[in-house]
């Protein structure tokens, strides 16, 4: 041991001394603000339309191509106490509880994002894809005549459809916030040396 003294560990670099995460410097930007409310505005309509979707198709809902494919994969199965009334009803509760996992995760970006973190910014940039073609296929679906109202009726259908098509309009005006020049240095570090 030399004379310098005891051994002490280096100092934080990833926060503040106290251990607490480090706080942004300067003010939260605006559109990094808006893009966070956008975030949550999306993962709600998603999650709410996706939920209600789950509670309320049916198998006689679904096209054509669809039903057959159910029915093939159950044939293919070779057993036959599976019921295609219940393989779908298991799809839908499988669905509905993804839905939920991935909003969880989507509003967790959302407020790294607004910690400014860049790579939730990525991140929430490959979730906005899948809502934006969602939405897309959800809007020539219906004037392709597609999608039609079934045994949910029209009421429900049409909630369902605008949801969705929500959903894939707040995320993409999201991901235009959330790529401006100031919300872009407020999360690559210029602001407050986000990762």
Same mark, same amino acid.
């Given at each position: ?94 669905? !509905? %509880?993804?839905? #939920?996992?991935? /909003? +969880?995760?989507? &509003? ?6 607004? *910690?400014?973190? $860049? ?8 979730? !906005? %894809?899948?809502? #934006?073609?969602? /939405? +897309?296929?959800? &809007? ?6 597609? *999608?039609?109202? $079934? ?9 369902? %459809?605008?949801?969705?098509?929500? /959903? ?28």
């Amino acid at each position: 041991m030399t004379g310098t003294g005891p051994w002490r560990p280096p100092a934080r670099t990833d926060g503040r001394a106290d251990g607490r995460p480090e706080e942004p410097a300067g003010p939260l930007p605006d559109d990094v603000h808006s893009a966070w409310v956008l975030w949550l505005a999306a993962t709600g309509f998603a999650l709410l339309g996706m939920l209600l979707n789950a509670a309320t198709s049916r198998f006689g809902d679904l096209p054509v191509a669809t039903r057959d494919a159910f029915r093939e994969a159950v044939d293919t199965a070779g057993s036959t106490d599976i019921s295609i009334e219940a393989l779908f009803g298991m799809a839908r509760i499988v669905g !509905a %509880i993804l839905a #939920v996992l991935v /909003a +969880v995760v989507t &509003v967790w970006l959302a407020f790294r994002l607004r *910690a400014g973190k $860049g790579w939730a910014r990525t991140m929430l940039d490959i979730v !906005a %894809i899948f809502l #934006v073609v969602d /939405a +897309v296929s959800v &809007v020539i679906g219906v004037y392709g005549g597609v *999608a039609m109202a $079934g045994e949910r009726g029209e009421v429900v259908t049409f909630i369902v %459809i605008s949801l969705q098509i929500l /959903a894939g309009l707040c995320a993409a005006t999201a991901v235009w916030r959330q790529h401006t020049a100031e919300a872009m240095e407020f999360t690559t570090g210029g602001a407050r040396g986000g990762e």
